[in-house]
Every structure is written in C-alpha cells, then in structure tokens.
C-alpha cells in the first residue's frame, strides 16, 4: 500500500503538461524528418527516421533519469562537465572528424559526438553554480563579479570558432549572457559592451571571419549574387517556405524537399520542409508548441525553490529559445545560414540528447516544487 502511495506521488510531481509538450514536438519532428528522408531520390538516407527514434527514446530514458536526479547533485558535478567537455573540443581541434569543411565531432562508431553541443548544457550548470552562490548587488553584477562568469564563457567560445563553428560559438554567447542578464548587469557595463561590440565588428569582419563566413553574410543580404553557389541554400529555403502558403501542399507532397533542391532538409532546414508541406499553419501551430513550452518553462523557473533551480530552468530555456529563433530566422531569410539546428525537430543523436537532457533539468527543479 505505501508503495502504491509512493507510486502517485512520484507521479502527480512530474510536470505532464510539460512532458506532453516536449512529446508533440518530437512528434512534429519525426513527421518532418519521415517526409524528408523517405522522398523518390532520397535512396540510403531512410534509416536516419531509425536512428532517430532511437535518439528519441535515449532522450526520453534521459530526461526521466534527470528529472529523479536532485538538480543540486547535478550542479555539484558542473565543473567536471565543464573540463571534461572543453577537453574533448580540445580533442576535436586536433584529432576529430571532418564533415561539411569543419572538425567539430568525434567518432564513437555507433554515432558521431558533437562535444560543443554537451557543452552548452556544462556551461549552463557552471553558470548556474557559479551564480547561484553570488549575491548581487542592488545597481546589478559589477566588473569583478562577472569576470569569472565571462571566462567560462569566453574559453568555449574561442575553441569552437577554432574549429571552425560560428553558429555554435554564437549560441554559446547568447545562452551564457542571456543568463548573465536574468541574474542583472549594471547598466554602465552593457553601454561599454556595446559600444565594445561595435567597435570591434569592422576589426572581426577583416581579421577575424574567414572568406567562407564572409560570404554568407554578403549572400544573406543578397543571396541572387550567387544563386547556384553560396546564396543556394537560402533561396531554396525560402522558395520552399514561400510555396506552402497556407495549409501547404500536404505530407511528402513538398516539391523543394522531395526533389532534393532544399539542402540539409533533415537537419538545418527541417523547419523548411514542414513550411512547405504544412503551409503557414503548420508553421505557426509548431511556433505556438514551443510558445507553450516557454510559458511552462517559466513557470517552473517563477516557482523554483532556490536560485540555482530557477538559473538551470532559464538557462535551458534560453538554450532553446536562441536556436529556434536562429533557425527559424535564417530558414525564412531574415538571418545568415549558420548551421544551427532546431531543437526537438532536427536530426541529431547529440543534439537531441543534450536537449532531453537539459529539459530533464526543468522537470527535475519542477518536481522539486512540491519537496518542503
């Protein structure tokens, strides 16, 4: 009988509407990657919807197993992730696997390991632990509060632009100030960030992007100056989202996907391919998911029982909500092509797997809501 009791209480703690959600957006993914794996001449690429589901189910296993898991005893194993994950970038730089022009995995034989994507859940723990334990002053964090924050942001960052990943170093920053921001920073410092970010643009663009990086911002701001080399990407994608309009053409009918013109429709552009095949409709309704999703998330945080629990929560979600808009930005042309995928709907055993983890972290700090 006590058993039993047990039982319910561990069920009535775990978040199910937030569980419910994370569940129909896998869904929306699985349909999206069937459909652009499974076209007339996409021969050899269907067991990616296989391997997929497998990704699926370890992300689910996963995020259970954090959500059991006291997020304290997590965050007291920051630092280890951390090290352990700028080891294998540092691994990666010199002894990883080459795909598409940059060295960015390791090859376990049963999958390809992206280390700077695990590392952006360490970075959120370490950012989480480390801030946690501060107490910030009424006018916000000052210069010798954030100089140990902004160095656990700033190593990552310049080893995976080594590497060379533009689009993961961005979302590193972003998660990592995105963070720094939810816990107040003194207004004079963000002037001079600012106004340091704008004089050090002109000095990146000539020593610091490399010509491949260059030319996708030339092409975003106008891609017809290439339409068959670096501007391709983004003209299919937005041909391919155009042409859905509003209820889209219906299930594996979506001509750019199935006749292979959107490239990286299972990854990049799987956005693209849901655009196109479920019209502006499908788009917004999966847009609303994730809308939903926030709104639960931040409940969680609001609810927290301590800071730290309330610092993970927001940093997962700004972990989510920095690749979303980035993806979707860029799909539909209203950012650069920086290789950064959608979260719960893309293809990706590393991605999935740090995204199911992360979110296990909201659900393990909800269910902590009710432990007094």
């Known amino acids: ?12 703690r775990i978040d199910w509407v937030f569980a419910f959600i994370i569940l129909c957006l896998n869904a929306v993914g699985l349909t999206n990657l069937f459909s652009a794996t499974h076209g007339p001449l996409t021969l050899g690429v ?37 090290f352990a994950n700028l080891a294998a970038i540092l691994y990666v730089t010199f002894f990883g696997t080459t795909a598409l022009g940059a060295q960015r995995w390791i090859d376990l034989g049963f999958m390809r390991y992206q280390p700077s994507e695990t590392m952006k859940m360490a970075l ?16 916000g964090l000052g210069l010798r509060e ?26 590193l920053l972003f998660i990592g100030f995105s963070i720094l921001l939810f816990m107040k ?25 490399r010509d491949y990086q260059k030319l996708r911002i030339i092409n975003f701001i106008s891609p017809q100056n290439d339409p068959r080399g ?28 199935q006749l292979e013109f959107l490239p990286e429709r299972h990854t990049d552009f799987i956005y693209s391919v849901l655009s196109e095949e479920f019209g502006f409709l499908g788009s917004v309704g999966t847009i609303f998911l994730f809308v939903i999703l926030f709104i639960t998330g931040l409940r969680v945080a609001s609810t927290a029982r301590d800071k730290m629990g309330a610092l993970i929560a927001t ?25 950064v995928p959608l979260p719960l709907l893309s293809y990706g055993g590393s991605s999935m797997l740090t995204t199911m983890a992360g979110l296990g972290l909201v659900s393990s700090v909800a269910y902590r809501r009710y432990l007094f």
């Open 315 to 339: 940093g997962v979600l700004t972990y989510i909500f920095w690749h979303m808009t980035v993806n979707m930005g860029m799909v539909i042309g209203l950012l650069p092509i920086v290789g």
């Open 46 to 82: 269907e067991p990616l919807f296989t391997n997929q589901l497998v990704w699926i189910f370890g992300g689910w296993c996963v995020f259970f197993l954090f959500t059991l898991v006291e997020y304290h005893f997590v965050a007291r194993a920051a630092y280890i992730f951390y």
């Open 124 to 139: 959120i723990l370490v950012l989480a632990r480390e801030l946690s334990q501060k107490a910030v002053p009424a006018a």
């Open 230 to 257: 670096t501007g391709y990407n983004s003209i299919q994608s937005k041909i391919a989202v155009g042409s859905g309009q509003l209820i889209g053409k219906g299930f594996r009918q979506g001509t750019q996907s």
């Open 1 to 12: 009988m006590d058993i039993n009791i047990e039982q319910r209480t561990f069920l009535r």
């Open 185 to 209: 920073v003194r207004t004079s410092i963000l002037a001079i960030a600012v106004t340091a970010g704008l004089v050090a643009s002109p000095i990146m663009w000539f020593y610091g992007l």
């Open 146 to 171: 954030l100089f140990k924050p902004l160095l656990l942001i700033l190593a990552p960052v310049a080893m995976v632009i080594e590497q060379p990943d533009l689009g993961t170093a961005m979302m």
